[in-house]
């Protein structure tokens, strides 16, 4: 189960719109509407956001947003806030092998 | 309120043992899947194995199938990860996780920091 690729970084200015990648294969995330985001502080636990592709989860800003396309899944942030500045992950489900989920890359995001 | 506290981890040789603990409270944890991860200092997120809701059925990542166990006792609220042959590799904290039908983590502990070191 290789890891999902994700940019390493990605930057915006307050108030823009920035959008991460996650891009696997037909065995994962473009098999399977199943990809999940996570934002993670440094030393902290992971925070869910986004469950099944593009639902928020309880309590998370519409400002997050997520959506998939063949291979890929993408995670948008609107209306870049310094607070949003931290390290993204997503996760699929993966049948490459046995059944089991993967984690992409990791992205961190900088808020200029 | 939902809490997850894991516990177990410190500092072990090479070659040993060692089984982590994750208590759940604030929600019916025998209606749950649970799911154990780790990250590596300075790396990123690694889904590690995950457990149904009565403990028979398991998944594995590849990169440890055979030397983690994952189970889970409901009567204790509490979900399990024996790792056995310790390598530097393992050195990592280790977050459980609730889990939904389709792997969504919802909820997560503060970690259990594991150093395998000589």
């Known amino acids: 189960q290789s890891a999902l690729t994700q940019p390493a970084s990605v930057s915006g200015s307050p108030g823009q719109s920035i959008t991460i990648s996650c891009t696997g294969t037909s065995s994962d995330v473009g098999g399977y509407n199943y990809v999940s985001w996570y934002q993670q502080y440094p030393g902290k636990a992971p925070k869910f956001l986004i469950y099944?592709?593009?639902n928020r989860a309880s309590g998370v800003s519409d400002r997050f947003s997520g959506s998939k396309s063949g291979d890929t899944a993408s995670l948008t942030i609107s209306g870049l806030q310094a607070e949003d500045e931290g390290d993204y992950y997503c996760?699929?489900?993966?049948?490459?092998?046995?059944?089991?989920?993967?984690f992409g890359t990791g992205t961190k995001v900088t808020v200029l | 309120e939902v809490q997850l506290v894991e516990s177990g981890g410190g500092l072990d040789q090479p070659g040993g043992s060692l089984r982590l603990s994750c208590v759940a409270s604030?929600?019916?944890?025998?209606?749950?899947?649970m799911t154990w991860l780790r990250q590596a200092p300075g790396k990123g997120l690694e889904w590690v194995a995950n457990v149904r809701q009565d403990g028979v059925q398991k998944y594995y990542a590849d990169s440890v199938k055979g030397r983690l166990t994952i189970s889970r006792d409901n009567a204790k609220n509490s979900i399990y990860l024996q790792i056995n042959s310790l390598r530097a590799e393992d050195t990592a904290v280790y977050y459980c996780?609730?889990?939904?039908?389709?792997?969504?983590?919802?909820?997560w502990g503060q970690g259990t920091l594991v150093t395998v070191s000589s």
């Open positions: 996760l699929s489900y993966t049948t490459a092998s046995t059944p089991a989920y993967v």
């Open positions: 996780a609730r889990t939904w039908p389709t792997g969504g983590l919802d909820y």
């Open positions: 604030g929600f019916t944890f025998s209606s749950y899947w």
């Open positions: 099944d592709v593009s």
